[in-house]
Each structure stands twice: as C-alpha cells, then as structure tokens.
C-alpha cells in the first residue's frame, strides 16, 4: 500500500470521526448526555418494617434537572417512618409521595424526572429486600416498577 493510500484512509477515518462529534454536539442533550450523568437515591422505610430504595440515573447534569419525583404505592395501612437521601447534586431536587393503596406484598413505584432543557435517557429501579427491576425511558415520561415481595 502506498504512502498516499494510506495517508487517504487516515484521512477519512479522521473526517468520519469528526462530523459524528459535530452531529452528537448539535443533537439536543446530545453532546451533554455523553459528558454527564447524574444519580438519584432515596430510601423509604415503612411501618411494615419493609425498606424500599429507588434509584435515578440520568444522562444529564444535575444542573439540567430540574426534579425528580418518586411515587411509592405500598400496601394499604402502611406508612412511612422515615425517608433517607443519600445527598448528592439531586439532594434538593428528590420527591418522595407515597400512597398506602396496593394489595399485601405489592409495591409499586412511578419516577419521573424533569429536565429544564433537552431530553435526556432515564433509568428507574426499585429494590425491595432481594427483588430489584428497572425501567428504562426518558425525561418528563413516568417510568413504573412493580414489584412482588412478602417479607
């Protein structure tokens, strides 16, 4: 292979790689979504003596999140004895509801975060004791977990 053809292929490889960059950055979120992340981590304790966490990770910037809002469905007749944060950038921006109203061994969560600007990718997932179940989508959709759990 000669110099030139050589020198022909790198350059190629080089442009190839440099408008894939170019459109990642122009893309909305796009480019920020690959350079920043953020985690979310509430625990919910509860009457019955269940601990529930969820958990948000979110291909943006805290900066960009304007609110991430847990919904925990629980058994009827139980109640929330104390939420743990883990803190973090999301520290101020985590909302707990919670709503006694699922059958016995029933716990159901519905995440939605809130981004000021672009659409970013979500993960949701919900631990009960040893059964864990994620669900994937995006900023401003409601992501649900149900999940089975007798103590």
Same mark, same amino acid.
């Given at each position: 292979?000669?110099?030139?053809? %050589?020198? $022909?292929?790198?350059?190629? !490889? ?13 893309? *909305? ?6 350079? #920043?992340?953020?985690?979310? #981590? *509430? ?6 003596? =269940? @601990? !529930? %966490?969820?958990? +948000? ?7 960009? +999140? ?8 629980? *058994?009827? &007749?139980?109640? =929330?004895?104390?939420? !743990?944060?883990?803190?973090? *950038?999301? $520290?101020? $921006?985590?909302?707990?509801?919670? @709503?006694? #109203?699922?059958?016995? &061994? =029933?716990?159901?969560? #519905?995440? +939605?975060?809130?981004? $000021? ?10 631990? !009960?004791?040893?059964?864990? %179940?994620? +669900?994937? &989508?995006?900023?401003? %959709?409601?992501? @649900? =977990? ?6």
């Amino acid at each position: 292979m000669s110099a030139r053809t %050589q020198f $022909k292929r790198i350059s190629t !490889v080089a442009l190839v790689l440099l408008l894939a960059f170019v459109v990642l950055a122009a893309m *909305p979120g796009g480019a920020e979504a690959a350079l #920043d992340s953020c985690e979310g #981590d *509430p625990i919910v304790f509860l009457s019955n003596g =269940v @601990r !529930v %966490q969820m958990k +948000v990770s979110i291909a943006t910037s805290a900066a960009n +999140v304007e609110r991430v809002v847990y919904t925990l469905h629980a *058994p009827a &007749g139980t109640t =929330v004895t104390k939420i !743990v944060y883990a803190g973090g *950038p999301l $520290k101020n $921006k985590e909302q707990v509801e919670f @709503r006694a #109203d699922t059958r016995p &061994g =029933v716990y159901s969560t #519905d995440t +939605v975060v809130y981004a $000021k600007a672009g659409r970013a990718s979500v993960t949701a997932t919900t631990s !009960v004791g040893n059964v864990s %179940q994620s +669900v994937s &989508g995006y900023t401003g %959709q409601h992501l @649900r =977990v149900t999940l089975h759990w007798a103590k």
